[in-house]
Structure formats: structure tokens, C-alpha cells
């Protein structure tokens, strides 16, 4: 089975800096992949970013990065230059071909 | 570009009801999701489809509930006599297959009174 970590329930973070969003996980398949989404107030979930368990290199895209590290299972999302549009619920998830599993989910609320 | 589609995006229902919650995958993926999220908790997943198949479910998936693919584009998740509990938003989602991406639709957000 499955299981994602998310330990920051909540986090404050000012317009144009950086933020670290902590995930960890723990599963014994060999092959999965692991992703970040965000949901808006407005509810809707929105696919930010995928890292492959075999890719070596960590996945970007845009101002999202994904701070793979594979023997630590964790799966960090960093947000740089937060925009005020970035304020939302984030949650890590793992897939195994079948099914995604979800963390708690972490709440970005950027200040002007 | 393609997107996963839902209706209806609001539903109400008194409990024991039955409802049906319809999706439109993207129409090149093949493997078809339902998760719910009850309100301020994880998304949780309920069930896969492949082939016409079920792959995958979970526990709450159990016999109140039901999927079908009636045609070559909608999805249906069916929920036979709703309960208090069943209150949730539920997603569909698609992907190609593998650990691609799933692809989430806006959601429907049920409530049964």
C-alpha cells in the first residue's frame, strides 16, 4: 500500500519569494510516479508537475520544480517567485499505474 | 486544448435517492478514475476502468456503487441510495495509461440531505 506525507498543514509565504512544500512517501513498488496538484478555492484539481521514479534529473516546469530525492522518499514541490494566484490548497500524489493516493494536502497563502 | 468534462457541476439529493454523476473523459485516453473529496479532507480514490472493465477499487467503492461506459464518450458513476455520508465532491479523471497523467475533471459536488 501507499501512503503520502504531507506535515505542513498550512504555510504563509510573501509575493516573489520561494516556497518548499514537504512531501514524503512510502510504497515498495519499483516503478511509480509521483505529482503535484493544485486546488483553488474554486475546487477544481489541477496537475502542476510529474516526477518518474527512474528519472534522474528533477522534473520542472515553469516556476514549479520537484526536489526528488529517491533514497529519502521525499517529493518536494518549490514554487518560486510566489504570485498572488498561488494561493491554494497543494497536494502530493503518488500513482502506481492503477490508482492515484493522495497526501493531506498543504495550504499556500501568499501575501502582498 | 482537451479537457475532462462533468456534469452536473452541483447536485442535490434526499438520501436514498439514487444519482448518477456523468463525465466525458479526453477522448484519446483510455483509462477512466473516480476519486471523491469529502469537504476539508484528502482526495480519496474509488474506483478505475479499463477496457470496460473495472481494474481497481477501493474499499468505498462497495456495492451502492457502480461505473459504466454507456458510449463511446461518457463516463457514469452511479451511487444507488445515496447517504449523509456520500456528501462529497467527486472527480473523474483520465489518462493514457502507465503512470501518465491523470487528468482531472472541475468536479460535482454532491449533497444529500
Known amino acids: 500500500a501507499q501512503k503520502i506525507t504531507q506535515t505542513q498543514p498550512g504555510m504563509f509565504v510573501q509575493e516573489k519569494e520561494a516556497v518548499t512544500l514537504d512531501c514524503t512517501y512510502d510504497t515498495s513498488d519499483q516503478s511509480y510516479g509521483l505529482f503535484w496538484y493544485k486546488q483553488p478555492s474554486s475546487g477544481e484539481m489541477i496537475f502542476l508537475i510529474y516526477?518518474?521514479?527512474?528519472?534522474?534529473q528533477n522534473a520542472t516546469e515553469g516556476r514549479y520544480s520537484l526536489n526528488f530525492q529517491k533514497a529519502r522518499k521525499s517529493a518536494n514541490l518549490v514554487i518560486s517567485a510566489s504570485q498572488l494566484g498561488d494561493s491554494a490548497m497543494y497536494f502530493c500524489?503518488?500513482?502506481?499505474?492503477?490508482?492515484?493516493?493522495f497526501g493531506a494536502g498543504t495550504t499556500v497563502t501568499v501575501r502582498a | 486544448e482537451p479537457e475532462v468534462t462533468q456534469t452536473p457541476s452541483h447536485q442535490v439529493t434526499q438520501m436514498g435517492q439514487e444519482v448518477i454523476l456523468r463525465c466525458v473523459p479526453i477522448?484519446?485516453?483510455?483509462?477512466f478514475y473516480w476519486y471523491r473529496q469529502i469537504l476539508g479532507q484528502k482526495v480519496e480514490f474509488l474506483v478505475s476502468f479499463y477496457n470496460n472493465e473495472i481494474s481497481e477499487k477501493s474499499e468505498i467503492f462497495d456495492d451502492q456503487f457502480s461505473v459504466e461506459r454507456p458510449d463511446g464518450s461518457n463516463f457514469t458513476l452511479k451511487i444507488r441510495s445515496t447517504k449523509l455520508e456520500d456528501s462529497a465532491m467527486y472527480f473523474c479523471a483520465s489518462d493514457s495509461g502507465g503512470l501518465e497523467t491523470q487528468y482531472f475533471g472541475p468536479g460535482t459536488r454532491l449533497l444529500v440531505l
Open positions: 516526477q518518474g521514479s527512474y528519472d534522474e
Open positions: 477522448s484519446n485516453h483510455l483509462y
Open positions: 500524489a503518488m500513482g502506481d499505474g492503477y490508482k492515484l493516493s
